[in-house]
T-cell receptor, first 112, second 113 residues
Framework: DAGVTQSPTHLIKTRGQQVTLRCSPK?????VSWYQQALGQGPQFIFQ???????QRGNFPDRFSARQFPNYSSELNVNALLLGDSALYLC???????????FGPGTRLTVT | KQEVTQIPAALSVPEGENLVLNCSFT??????LQWFRQDPGKGLTSLLL?????REQTSGRLNASLDKSSGRSTLYIAASQPGDSATYLC????????????FGAGTTVTVRA
């Protein structure tokens, strides 16, 4: 079992650009969540998707969007990047609404 | 709004000493609480999950307790080793139609050889 996988591992972008991050959930999991973790802080919730529908959105601007595909994988898109978007982006999957959440290794995004 | 606090922010102990990490939360309407380990620049590794109906959960040298009414959880790590050096985060999974985990900022542990 490969667990939760994320790509790319690292990414460097300049202000104003757009970025797409990808996540494949753990086998058998149908729910995917995205979190942003700034240095020295706990992760902050961005989105949760279930059966290709957005189930909940955190307190992030509309520049952040996501989608889930029929195979349960997911993409997170961030438009018009700001320096403050630099962070570790984590994807988590779970088998059900109240299942244990498993996290991927994260994508480190640096905006210059 | 759920607020999760972890004290202390950092801890340094000699090898072999037992570790006690604290997590407090403001809203007792939770479904479960999860403890994670994070190595520098890496993702989160799930250590223990405690359902709201449970008082404690154990895995090897790790034991986590939960007192939902007082809004507290404690993670005990017995006989610490240098390999236990990491940041430990607790996260609360709320009940109802709120699906997001609320995290504390973590406790960074250093175990000195």
């Amino acid at each position: 079992d490969a667990g939760v996988t994320q790509s790319p591992t690292h990414l460097i972008k300049t202000r104003g650009q757009q970025v797409t991050l990808r996540c494949s959930p753990k086998s058998g999991h149908d729910t995917v969540s995205w979190y942003q973790q700034a240095l020295g802080q706990g992760p902050q919730f961005i989105f949760q998707y279930y059966e290709e529908e957005e189930r909940q959105r955190g307190n992030f601007p509309d520049r952040f969007s996501a989608r889930q595909f029929p195979n349960y994988s997911s993409e997170l898109n961030v438009n018009a990047l700001l320096l403050g978007d630099s962070a570790l982006y984590l994807c988590a999957s779970s088998p059900a609404r109240y299942g244990e959440q498993y996290f991927g290794p994260g994508t480190r995004l640096t905006v210059t | 709004k759920q607020e999760v606090t972890q004290i202390p922010a950092a801890l340094s102990v000699p090898e072999g000493e037992n570790l006690v990490l604290n997590c407090s939360f403001t809203d007792s309407a939770i479904y479960n609480l999860q403890w994670f380990r994070q190595d520098p620049g890496k993702g989160l590794t799930s250590l223990l999950l405690i359902q709201s109906s449970q008082r404690e959960q154990t895995s090897g040298r790790l034991n986590a307790s939960l007192d939902k009414s007082s809004g507290r959880s404690t993670l005990y790590i017995a006989a610490s080793q240098p390999g236990d050096s990491a940041t430990y985060l607790c996260a609360v999974d709320p009940s109802g139609n709120d699906y997001k985990l609320s995290f504390g900022a973590g406790t960074t542990v250093t175990v000195r050889a």
